[in-house]
């Protein structure tokens, strides 16, 4: 089974707050496995997919984030890291005319982002910015290139009595893609908070839908959630694979 072996420390002074990362053993991407719903692949390629591990002590992932809350109620944060390229992609190498051979990617990266939050009353406006050097970007299903990689996310929530509606807009401008959501969750119950959200391309057919029921009893937590995805088969279409592989999710924990 899957095992990330991770130190991350936090110090705070008054309304600063620093926090360090390290990850001796980075075990990451879950592929999906040859056969299943989600593999793209034909019987002449040589792929497993599953958990994508790493060799213990080799690659180090490390970073930080450095936090400061204004006085005005503006939340601003900058963060560096170290890390693999995520998602893993795979390097395909041609064996015979009958055989493929697929290895997933172990590309070292650096990433540098800054993030801000302002809450005014019942308001909540947020901002992210990424921008990471000689990424692994996707040019269709199964091959990428390296490039710089910069990604913003722009979004205001709104708290009324008995619900909460986000509004959010999500671009990633080298690979052109721009996402538009947006998600309502009923709050007025302790032990129940339905949600609904809808994550829609401007340009393309791919979109995301979600209907979610988190119910809370003490210690116990269960989360029911449908997802419904739809997208095109052209390669600027990110949810096409998916398109008929829609998802229902149990997920059941209990804090002690």
């Not at 930080?64 to 963060?79: A, C, H, Q």
């Not at 992210?128 to 996707?138: I, Q, Y």
């Not at 959010?168 to 947006?182: A, E, K, L, N, W």
């Not at 998600?183 to 979109?207: G, I």
Request: aromatic share 18%.
């Amino acid at each position: 089974f899957p095992v990330t072996i991770r130190v991350n420390d936090t110090f705070k002074w008054d309304n600063l707050q620093i926090q360090f990362i390290l990850t001796f053993w980075p075990n990451g991407d879950r592929l999906p496995y040859q056969g299943t719903a989600f593999d793209t692949t034909t019987n002449v390629v040589e792929y497993e997919g599953g958990v994508v591990e790493r060799p213990w002590l080799k690659d180090l992932e490390y970073g930080t984030r450095i936090k400061y809350l204004f006085e005005n109620g503006l939340d601003f944060s900058f963060l560096y890291f170290h890390h693999f390229s995520r998602p893993t992609f795979q390097d395909v190498q041609v064996i015979s005319l009958s055989k493929v051979l697929t290895r997933p990617t172990d590309h070292m990266v650096d990433s540098f982002g800054s993030s801000a939050r302002f809450v005014w009353n019942e308001w909540v406006l947020r901002g992210d910015a990424l921008f990471t050097v000689n990424d692994l970007v996707m040019k269709n299903l199964l091959s990428y290139e390296k490039d710089d990689h910069f990604q913003t996310l722009v979004g205001i929530d709104r708290n009324f009595d008995t619900f909460v509606l986000g509004l959010q807009s999500q671009s990633d401008f080298t690979i052109v893609r721009h996402f538009f959501g947006i998600r309502a969750e009923y709050s007025d119950l302790s032990w129940w908070k339905p949600s609904a959200m809808v994550f829609q391309n401007y340009e393309s057919n791919d979109q995301w839908f979600q209907l979610k029921s988190l119910f809370e009893l003490d210690d116990w937590k269960l989360s029911v959630s449908y997802d419904g995805r739809h997208g095109g088969k052209e390669d600027e279409d990110l949810f096409g694979v998916y398109r008929k592989n829609d998802r229902y999710l149990v997920d059941l924990s209990y804090t002690y």
